[in-house]
Every structure is written in C-alpha cells, then in structure tokens.
C-alpha cells in the first residue's frame, strides 16, 4: 500500500476547513432571529433552527474527527518509515566483510 503524505496531509486540512466552515454554520443558525415571525409559526421556526444548529455541529464534529484520524494515519506513516529505516541501517551492517 503507498501513502502520500503530502496528499493525506492536504485532506486533513481539508476537513479541518470543513469543521470550520460547518461550525460556523452552525454559530449562524443559533443566532438566527425568530421573532418575525407570528407566534403560530415562531415554535416551528425555532424547533427548525434548533434541529439545523444540531445537524451543522454534528458534521463538523465528523470532519473534525475525520481530519484527525488522516492526521493519526500521517504519524503511523512516518513511525513505520522510521522503524524501517532504523531496521534497514541494522542490516546494512551485515553487508559489509569485517576483517
């Protein structure tokens, strides 16, 4: 399997930027104002941002978590690499006839 981790990096902060959009979002919608409304449709305006507010924050939740385990694949990535590398020196050192 091959990693780029220029590219998962980029996704990651990708996500990031959707978390920070959708909470955003999600800021907007509870500050929305309902009292323009006739109060036989001010309860169902509000319940309609209540549930808005909720499902925004709820995605941006996701992406944050979704930007966070590409960033936790990066470092096993490179871990790993790195772990290899140290095995790889190791074994360089048989190659060779000391005398």
Do not use: N
Not at 21 to 45: M, R
Not at 74 to 85: C, R, T
């Amino acid at each position: 399997m091959e990693v780029v981790p220029l590219s998962v990096g980029a996704a990651s902060q990708a996500w990031d930027e959707q978390s920070l959009d959708l909470a955003s979002a999600a800021t907007l919608v509870s500050d929305a104002d309902t009292s323009g409304f006739t109060s036989a449709v001010s309860g169902a305006a509000s319940r309609f941002l209540t549930s808005w507010e909720r499902h925004a924050g709820s995605l941006g939740d996701a992406a944050e978590a979704q930007a966070d385990g590409l960033r936790v694949t990066i470092s096993d990535y490179v871990g790993s690499d790195e772990a290899v590398g140290a095995d790889v020196t190791l074994l360089m050192s048989y190659l060779g006839e000391t005398r």
